[in-house]
């Protein structure tokens, strides 16, 4: 095969496949879902842009190729024939093996026949041949699964049904990490289900349109808010720095990479990127915790989008955002948020309270009324329940070991008066 025409996939959380999907035909790429993540055959074009556009990706593979084994001999022999001489030297590689339903789990032993298949030599402080996750599909082949992100090349083995398939990295650290984020707060949300949660409600029009605007009234460090300017300004992830060079991908590394077509790909992103935010797209974000709101204008001036937002200290009632729009004459546009859930912070009898003042921001009367939409991260129905608005699913995927469920009510608020008050304080 062509060494230049790679069959790649893009990695996400479970359940954000649609979206991936949808962002690689907006990148011109045509991917076929898988649980997890999505594959297609390209080229460096298509690896380079993956790693630097992708928004709810968490890694970009290259296979090194598959074929059926049973046996330790027959992976060690069959294995001798991949290309190894893509990966790349200069550090020990670290492997990641799940094996299901196959002759072959021993996960420890199918990585140590496999280095020896490609003379990988196994790092000096490994925890020892073995040292890998436990069986799993391909959905929980997303790192932020205990793979640590800095190190050697990353190979990637999967074992089900007895064919093997063997994937090479290309992206390095977890795409999640776009760099701006140093300051967090309690309980902060990747960027990668900030930006999932975006594309699934304002910001899933054509990246022509100029999205509405959006409020994060519990914005933390600011990761809904930073994804929603990158988003709207059309800059890329990988570019996601003040300065717009590029972070570093593993691809980098190769023998074989690209650096002028690497160099263009850059140069294009940087020339799509808008000089403000479009149109009357707007964004707030706002919490409570004024430690947490330096937190989030430290993030997005390292991203430099920090004149791209109004950021205050405020509680969910005095939340800025719908009083400013009316006034300048912009339609309502969306509330998206990653409010407070059981089980990291607060109790549920707490929480019950602040999320029925949610619930009345969008009834009659409340501030939210009169056509905002919305849309949060859920952890907890009975939680949900108490908005007592009528929420439907939009996404579930996993974050920090919860299940979580994207809600959403669209556009359905009604405009009869004023706001009914203060909403009760969460611990
Ligand atoms: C789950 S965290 C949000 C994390 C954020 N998405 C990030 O990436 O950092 C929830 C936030 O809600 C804030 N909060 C809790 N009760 C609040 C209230 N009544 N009004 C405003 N903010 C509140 C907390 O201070 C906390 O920062």
Redesign the pocket.
């Known amino acids: 095969m062509d060494p230049n025409v790679f069959r790649l996939m893009a990695q996400c959380p479970p359940g954000l496949e649609p979206l991936l999907v949808s962002e690689l035909k907006g990148l011109g790429i045509r991917a076929t879902a898988l649980q997890g993540g999505a594959s297609w055959t390209g080229g460096w074009s298509d690896l380079m842009a993956a790693n630097l556009h992708l928004r709810v990706a968490s890694r970009v593979l290259v296979e090194l190729g598959t074929f059926g084994a049973r046996a330790l001999g027959e992976l060690e022999r069959k294995g001798g024939a991949l290309p190894w001489d893509r990966v790349p030297r200069a550090a020990p590689a670290r492997f990641r093996v799940s094996s299901s339903r196959s002759r072959l789990y021993h996960e420890g032993a199918i990585e140590e026949r496999l280095r020896n298949a490609g003379d990988l030599p196994a790092p000096a402080e490994s925890a020892g041949i073995g040292d890998v996750v436990g069986a799993r599909g391909d959905a929980d082949l997303d790192a932020g699964d205990g793979t640590p992100d800095a190190g050697g090349p990353l190979v990637v083995v999967r074992v089900h049904r007895d064919k093997v398939t063997v994937r090479l990295d290309t992206s390095g650290e977890h795409l999640h990490r776009r760099g701006y ?1 140093l300051h ?7 960027e990668t289900l ?1 930006s999932a949660l975006l594309l699934a409600g304002p910001m899933s029009d054509s990246p022509s349109a100029a999205p509405p605007p959006v409020v ?9 808010a930073i994804e929603a300017a990158l988003l709207a300004r059309r800059i890329a992830p990988g570019l996601a720095l003040a300065d717009r060079t590029p972070r570093h991908f593993a691809f980098r590394d190769w023998p074989d990479f690209p650096q002028a077509a690497w160099e263009l790909e850059v140069e294009a992103a940087r020339a799509d990127i808008l000089p403000e935010l479009p149109g009357r797209t707007a964004i707030f974000g ?4 004024a430690g ?1 709101l330096e ?2 204008a430290a993030n997005a001036e390292r991203a430099g989008v920090l004149e791209d937002l109004h950021l205050a200290t ?4 005095k ?1 800025p955002g719908p009083e400013e729009l009316a006034s300048a004459g912009v339609p309502p546009g969306w509330l998206v ?5 059981g089980g ?3 109790d549920r009898r707490r929480l019950r309270a ?1 999320y029925t ?1 949610l619930g009345r921001a969008f009834g009659p009367g409340g501030r939210f009324a009169a056509g905002w939409s919305l849309l949060y991260f859920s952890g907890d129905p009975v939680l949900d329940a108490a908005t007592g608005l009528p929420l439907e699913e939009r996404f579930a995927t996993s974050h920090g070991g919860l299940r979580v469920r994207a809600v959403a009510m669209e556009g359905a608020g009604e405009d009869s008066g004023e706001d009914s008050g203060e ?4 611990a």
């Open positions: 984020r967090v707060g309690v309980a902060p949300l990747r900030a994060d009234p519990f914005c933390g460090s600011g990761t809904v706002s919490d409570r915790d947490v937190a989030a405020a509680t969910l009632s939340a948020t990653n409010p407070p859930y990291r912070l607060g602040l003042s909403e009760p304080r969460e």
